[in-house]
């Protein structure tokens, strides 16, 4: 599933258009990507398409922690996923859909002058 | 076909557990099953003869599933009598001169009511207390008798036993008086002692039934036309009466046996072993009608140990040997509402015994346990107005009870009562003989979790329900050793449930989620807590689920006020007050849904949805929406969702009360009501229910005299029909009653719990929700109605003031680099002249496939 992409740099918004726990869709050459600003300030980007109901709606679910570890859940089918590494914390008992890993791609972001800067670096 | 015949002689609650012991253990089919009744109904449920008048009819009262007696191998013959048994044919002649054969005959011809021969005991008027129709009898002359004499009927009850209580009761629900006339020193000779007699007679001439006891009755005089009309006693005394009711004792009818020359015990009652056979091995003996040896040949006039028996003898016939042990006299009644309790040794016969006993005359409460002369080990006890401690005492006879015993009589909470571990073969569930060991093994070894399921397969607590608290406790210990989680805590944020978080916010004032977590929880919070403390402050302050750091933790429905479907677009509610629309109304939503391409249904709850809408076109559909008057119709939110109605009497032939307006104004007053799980209404113009009103959380139904208001009621995965709360209430009536409920389910129900299991599991049930509400019997109703003001006056509707503020809007945009810009995975195809979301094969065809995207 891995092929190599050209790393690329995109920003999307500015850091002060984050809300803090409600995340935003962004669309970085044709990807929807899902980037969530925590209340501690971090900000976190991962993929956008939920695979166990192959809808892009992560950025629309509710930010969290599963101990120390901050999480996104999918407002779908309620499957609780790290947004350190994109791991799949919660099955609810579900199998993801065909074609799809459990767990989340998660993508470098960073924060540059006020913009919020997704790296694109071919992990998936 | 079987290849055996079994025949029943009695058609009672025993005879009715024996055939359903046998039929669910006869796996084979070996036996058919013959019952021979005499009275005209199916077997009913006679220890709930009192409860007639509550109930529609003697239908109500039916043991069991009518399933049993429309199964083949059973057959059952009401207004039948049986006359006599031939032994040597194995034969039992019917009345009508029918002989049928037996290969094994069961005797559950139970025990007749037996009064004293004085004189004037025929009389009109004199009944006895026992079957069905004796009640029925009773009620009618009640009524004739009252439309004559124009004051309150007169009613006297001979007998303060078990049955004599019940007997005032009936009659204090026919609109009697009662006065009970007991010959002993005492009420409930059998069950309580002297002190507690007196305990129990103070409790029930509280209630309006006199009693008077060690007075023997002489003679019932009649009246000028004949009929009873004064009571004569033994200390010359008189009582004018207009009803008398025997309830002076019952006796075995064992005169079938008897005949047939099978041994009858000295106070009657057939002679039968340790395993309900009689001499003549061919024929068994269950129930009052049987006088076993472990009873010491006594007949015993209890539902339980019949229950025992009737199994012990269905398993032996399949060929499992099993031994009745003797009854357990143990016995917890409700009479005229006052708890009367007594097990073991209650009377303190054992040599040595120590007595600990509480009285208090304010509560008019009596309780005493009997020890063993150390006071270590628990021999019996008593309870008069209060037995709450039944239950966990009961099953711990002849154990060690940990700690001061007095803990179990004080006023609870005035001494901590320690924690009971009841042995594996404590019985727990004495109607079916269920142990506590028995319990354990299906919650360890079978792996049931759940208190409902506990029930089916146990049949613990599945009769009379007086052991389900002691059930669940079993449950929760035994998942507790297991190390399954049965806290009440919220998740791993909160300890608290629901409940107790809504108090604690409440108490603290707190009102930002970030604040709620520092000061009561741990860590972030999550999916679970977020929406749950959204709803509650909600609930609380009735702000916009969107204010302040709300949007963040509602779940996303809440978040967008739309709700989320599949491929993560949203369907359209607008809210459509009782279901009435204008044409120029339905228009819009019509050019709205063709505008925007949104597939159009209509709702189970007579409202129209559109679905398909993006995220981003949200604001733009409600803009044309609010425009044209309409608001949100919370299709979303854990709050009202719909008011349903019929059209009621503006228009139909047949309704009573203008139930669309009713249903208009129960909307607009509960509109945007956040509670811990949706809330369902149903409105009714009459006793038809086209509106299905008692499927819903709370329903309202019309009546010639203004509005029954149902409560509880549940559609979905386990269906409950609501109960009633208020009856032939005025309107104002009705929206307080409905006003205090919500609020109160609202306070007190845990996450996502439904108004029906709520209402179950509320301590005391309905009835306990009746007096907070109507009683006011926790002093909170001007709390709860100040609530209801509160929401009332801060209502708004949540879509308008979206629209009106434009940082919020700012959240219903597809991509933050992109605004406008649709999902570009979105794909439909066309059916029936309308879009739906593309299958997995379809999209493939129109966009490719899924996957590829994410994969570079």
């Given at each position: 599933?891995t092929?190599?992409?050209?790393?690329?740099?995109?920003?999307?918004?500015?850091?002060?258009?984050?809300?803090?726990?409600?995340?935003?869709?962004?669309?970085?050459e044709?990807?929807?990507?899902?980037?969530?600003?925590?209340?501690?300030?971090?900000?976190?980007?991962?993929?956008?398409?939920?695979?166990?109901?192959?809808?892009?709606?992560?950025?629309?679910?509710?930010?969290?922690?599963?101990?120390?570890?901050?999480?996104?859940?999918?407002p779908?089918?309620?499957?609780?996923?790290?947004?350190?590494?994109?791991?799949?914390?919660?099955?609810?008992?579900?199998?993801?859909?065909?074609?799809?890993a459990?767990?989340?791609?998660?993508?470098?972001?960073?924060?540059?002058?006020?913009?919020?800067?997704?790296?694109?670096?071919?992990?998936? | 076909?079987?290849?055996?015949?079994?025949?029943?002689?009695?058609?009672?609650?025993?005879?009715?557990?024996?055939?359903?012991?046998?039929?669910?253990?006869?796996?084979?089919?070996?036996?058919?099953?013959?019952?021979?009744?005499?009275?005209?109904y199916?077997?009913?449920d006679?220890?709930?003869?009192?409860?007639?008048?509550?109930?529609?009819?003697?239908?109500?009262?039916?043991?069991?599933?009518?399933?049993?007696?429309?199964?083949?191998?059973?057959?059952?013959?009401?207004?039948?009598?049986?006359?006599?048994?031939?032994?040597?044919?194995?034969?039992?002649?019917?009345?009508?001169?029918?002989?049928?054969?037996?290969?094994?005959?069961?005797?559950?011809?139970?025990?007749?009511?037996w009064?004293?021969?004085?004189?004037?005991?025929?009389?009109?008027?004199?009944?006895?207390?026992?079957?069905?129709?004796?009640?029925?009898r009773?009620?009618?002359?009640?009524?004739?008798?009252?439309?004559?004499?124009?004051?309150?009927?007169?009613?006297?009850?001979?007998g303060g036993?078990?049955?004599?209580?019940?007997?005032?009761?009936?009659?204090?629900?026919?609109?009697?008086?009662?006065?009970?006339?007991?010959?002993?020193?005492?009420?409930?000779?059998?069950?309580?002692?002297?002190?507690?007699?007196?305990?129990?007679k103070?409790?029930?001439?509280?209630?309006?039934?006199?009693?008077?006891t060690?007075?023997?009755?002489?003679?019932?005089?009649?009246?000028?036309?004949?009929?009873?009309?004064?009571?004569?006693?033994?200390?010359?005394?008189?009582?004018?009466?207009?009803?008398?009711?025997?309830?002076?004792?019952?006796?075995?009818?064992?005169?079938?046996?008897?005949?047939?020359?099978?041994?009858?015990?000295?106070?009657?009652?057939?002679?039968?072993?340790?395993?309900?056979?009689?001499?003549?091995?061919?024929?068994?003996?269950?129930?009052?009608?049987?006088?076993?040896?472990?009873?010491?040949?006594?007949?015993?006039?209890?539902?339980?140990?019949?229950?025992?028996?009737?199994?012990?003898?269905?398993?032996?016939?399949?060929?499992?040997?099993?031994?009745?042990?003797?009854?357990?006299t143990?016995?917890?009644?409700?009479?005229?509402?006052?708890?009367v309790?007594?097990?073991?040794?209650?009377?303190?016969?054992?040599?040595?015994?120590?007595?600990?006993?509480?009285?208090?005359?304010?509560?008019?409460?009596?309780?005493?346990?009997?020890?063993?002369?150390d006071?270590?080990?628990?021999?019996?006890?008593?309870?008069?107005?209060?037995?709450?401690?039944?239950?966990?005492?009961?099953?711990?006879?002849?154990?060690?009870l940990?700690?001061?015993?007095?803990?179990?009589?004080?006023?609870?909470?005035?001494?901590a009562?320690?924690?009971?571990?009841?042995?594996?073969?404590?019985?727990?569930?004495?109607?079916?003989?269920?142990?506590?060991?028995?319990?354990?093994?299906?919650?360890?070894?079978?792996?049931?979790?759940?208190?409902?399921?506990?029930k089916?397969?146990?049949?613990?607590?599945?009769?009379?329900?007086?052991?389900?608290?002691?059930v669940?406790?079993?449950?929760?210990?035994?998942?507790?050793?297991?190390?399954i989680?049965?806290?009440?805590?919220?998740?791993?944020?909160?300890?608290?449930?629901?409940?107790?978080?809504?108090?604690?916010?409440?108490?603290?004032?707190?009102?930002?989620?970030?604040?709620?977590?520092?000061?009561?929880?741990?860590?972030?919070?999550?999916?679970?807590?977020?929406?749950?403390?959204?709803?509650?402050?909600?609930?609380?302050?009735?702000?916009?689920?969107?204010?302040?750091?709300?949007?963040?933790?509602?779940?996303?429905?809440?978040?967008?006020?739309?709700?989320?479907?599949k491929?993560?677009?949203?369907?359209?509610?607008?809210?459509?007050?009782g279901?009435?629309?204008?044409?120029?109304?339905?228009?819009?939503?019509?050019?709205?849904?063709?505008?925007?391409?949104?597939?159009?249904?209509?709702?189970?709850?007579?409202?129209?949805?559109?679905?398909?809408?993006?995220?981003?076109?949200?604001?733009?559909?409600?803009?044309?929406?609010?425009?044209?008057?309409?608001?949100?119709?919370?299709?979303?939110?854990?709050?009202?969702?719909?008011?349903?109605?019929?059209?009621?009497?503006?228009w139909?032939?047949?309704?009573?009360?203008?139930?669309?307006?009713?249903?208009?104004?129960?909307?607009?007053?509960?509109?945007?009501?956040?509670?811990?799980?949706?809330?369902?209404?149903?409105?009714?113009?009459?006793?038809?229910?086209?509106?299905?009103?008692?499927?819903?959380?709370?329903?309202?139904?019309?009546?010639?005299?203004?509005?029954?208001?149902?409560?509880?009621?549940?559609?979905?995965?386990?269906?409950?029909?609501?109960?009633?709360?208020?009856?032939?209430a005025?309107?104002?009536?009705?929206?307080?009653?409905?006003?205090?409920?919500?609020?109160?389910?609202?306070?007190?129900?845990?996450?996502?719990?439904?108004?029906a299991?709520?209402?179950?599991?509320?301590?005391?049930?309905?009835?306990?929700?009746?007096?907070?509400?109507?009683?006011?019997?926790?002093?909170?109703?001007?709390?709860?109605?100040?609530?209801?003001?509160?929401?009332?006056?801060?209502?708004?509707?949540?879509?308008?003031?979206?629209?009106?503020?434009?940082?919020?809007?700012?959240?219903?945009?597809?991509?933050?680099?992109?605004?406008e810009?649709?999902?570009?995975?979105?794909?439909?195809?066309?059916?029936?002249?309308?879009?739906?979301?593309?299958?997995?094969?379809?999209?493939?065809?129109l966009?490719?496939?899924?996957?590829?995207?994410?994969?570079r």
């Amino acid at each position: 599933m891995t092929t190599l992409a050209p790393a690329s740099a995109v920003a999307v918004c500015a850091y002060d258009d984050l809300t803090p726990d409600l995340g935003v869709a962004a669309l970085v050459e044709g990807i929807q990507v899902a980037v969530f600003r925590l209340d501690d300030g971090s900000v976190h980007a991962v993929q956008n398409l939920d695979p166990f109901s192959d809808a892009h709606v992560m950025s629309r679910g509710i930010t969290g922690s599963r101990g120390e570890v901050p999480t996104i859940a999918s407002p779908i089918y309620k499957q609780v996923f790290s947004l350190l590494t994109g791991q799949c914390l919660v099955t609810m008992d579900k199998a993801p859909q065909a074609g799809h890993a459990a767990d989340l791609a998660v993508y470098p972001v960073s924060v540059d002058n006020g913009q919020v800067i997704i790296h694109l670096v071919g992990t998936a | 076909m079987g290849t055996e015949k079994i025949v029943v002689v009695g058609a009672g609650m025993v005879a009715q557990r024996f055939v359903q012991s046998l039929r669910t253990s006869d796996a084979e089919g070996r036996f058919d099953v013959e019952v021979i009744g005499e009275e005209a109904y199916a077997p009913y449920d006679r220890v709930a003869l009192t409860s007639f008048f509550s109930k529609a009819g003697p239908e109500d009262l039916l043991l069991g599933d009518q399933a049993l007696w429309d199964d083949p191998a059973v057959t059952l013959r009401r207004d039948t009598r049986a006359v006599a048994i031939d032994r040597d044919a194995a034969t039992v002649t019917l009345a009508d001169g029918e002989a049928l054969a037996y290969d094994h005959l069961v005797m559950a011809t139970g025990s007749s009511a037996w009064a004293p021969p004085l004189p004037g005991i025929d009389l009109p008027g004199v009944f006895m207390y026992r079957t069905l129709d004796d009640v029925a009898r009773m009620r009618d002359w009640v009524r004739s008798r009252q439309a004559i004499v124009g004051r309150p009927v007169r009613g006297a009850v001979i007998g303060g036993g078990l049955l004599g209580l019940e007997a005032a009761g009936a009659l204090q629900s026919m609109g009697a008086t009662a006065t009970v006339v007991e010959f002993a020193d005492r009420l409930m000779a059998l069950q309580v002692d002297k002190s507690g007699g007196e305990a129990l007679k103070g409790l029930i001439e509280r209630l309006g039934v006199k009693v008077r006891t060690s007075l023997a009755t002489t003679e019932v005089v009649a009246d000028a036309e004949g009929r009873a009309g004064t009571l004569r006693f033994s200390d010359g005394s008189e009582q004018l009466v207009d009803i008398v009711v025997f309830a002076t004792g019952i006796r075995p009818r064992d005169e079938l046996g008897r005949e047939a020359g099978l041994a009858v015990a000295e106070r009657g009652g057939i002679v039968v072993d340790d395993a309900c056979r009689t001499a003549d091995p061919r024929i068994s003996a269950i129930g009052e009608c049987a006088a076993a040896a472990a009873d010491g040949h006594v007949s015993i006039g209890l539902i339980a140990p019949g229950n025992t028996m009737a199994d012990v003898t269905a398993h032996r016939l399949l060929g499992r040997e099993e031994a009745y042990l003797g009854a357990d006299t143990a016995t917890k009644l409700k009479l005229l509402g006052v708890d009367v309790a007594s097990f073991g040794d209650a009377f303190a016969a054992t040599p040595g015994a120590l007595e600990v006993v509480y009285s208090d005359p304010f509560s008019g409460s009596y309780k005493k346990l009997v020890m063993t002369d150390d006071a270590s080990t628990l021999l019996g006890g008593m309870f008069v107005g209060d037995a709450s401690a039944f239950a966990q005492l009961r099953p711990m006879v002849g154990a060690a009870l940990p700690g001061d015993p007095s803990s179990w009589i004080l006023p609870e909470g005035a001494a901590a009562r320690p924690e009971l571990e009841l042995p594996d073969e404590a019985t727990v569930c004495s109607c079916n003989n269920v142990t506590a060991g028995s319990i354990r093994h299906a919650v360890n070894e079978d792996g049931v979790h759940d208190l409902g399921e506990l029930k089916s397969c146990t049949t613990a607590g599945t009769a009379c329900g007086s052991c389900l608290p002691l059930v669940k406790k079993i449950l929760t210990t035994e998942l507790g050793k297991a190390g399954i989680e049965v806290s009440q805590a919220l998740c791993e944020h909160f300890e608290m449930s629901r409940t107790q978080l809504f108090s604690a916010i409440q108490v603290a004032g707190l009102t930002t989620f970030s604040d709620i977590i520092e000061r009561f929880g741990t860590g972030h919070g999550c999916d679970i807590c977020k929406p749950t403390v959204g709803s509650i402050l909600a609930s609380i302050y009735n702000g916009h689920v969107l204010a302040e750091d709300r949007a963040a933790l509602q779940d996303t429905n809440d978040r967008v006020m739309a709700n989320m479907q599949k491929d993560g677009t949203y369907s359209v509610v607008p809210r459509i007050p009782g279901g009435e629309i204008t044409p120029d109304k339905l228009m819009v939503i019509a050019e709205v849904a063709k505008d925007f391409g949104l597939y159009t249904k209509i709702t189970g709850g007579q409202r129209i949805d559109l679905f398909g809408a993006r995220l981003e076109q949200l604001p733009h559909i409600w803009q044309r929406l609010v425009d044209a008057g309409m608001e949100s119709g919370h299709a979303y939110g854990k709050s009202l969702r719909t008011v349903k109605s019929c059209v009621g009497s503006t228009w139909c032939r047949y309704g009573v009360q203008d139930s669309v307006g009713m249903a208009i104004r129960l909307e607009e007053r509960y509109r945007g009501l956040r509670s811990p799980h949706k809330i369902k209404v149903g409105v009714s113009g009459c006793a038809r229910e086209c509106a299905e009103a008692r499927g819903k959380d709370v329903g309202v139904i019309a009546t010639e005299k203004g509005w029954n208001v149902y409560v509880g009621g549940n559609g979905g995965f386990s269906p409950v029909h609501a109960q009633l709360l208020v009856e032939d209430a005025d309107e104002d009536t009705v929206i307080r009653a409905i006003d205090r409920y919500l609020m109160l389910y609202i306070r007190t129900a845990d996450r996502l719990q439904r108004t029906a299991p709520w209402q179950a599991e509320y301590e005391g049930g309905l009835d306990a929700i009746r007096e907070v509400i109507l009683e006011d019997s926790l002093g909170i109703c001007a709390d709860l109605d100040a609530h209801m003001l509160h929401h009332l006056d801060t209502y708004e509707d949540e879509w308008k003031a979206v629209l009106d503020d434009p940082e919020r809007l700012k959240q219903f945009t597809s991509f933050v680099n992109a605004p406008e810009t649709a999902d570009p995975s979105l794909a439909y195809v066309e059916e029936r002249g309308q879009r739906r979301p593309a299958t997995p094969a379809e999209r493939v065809a129109l966009v490719g496939s899924a996957s590829l995207e994410e994969t570079r």
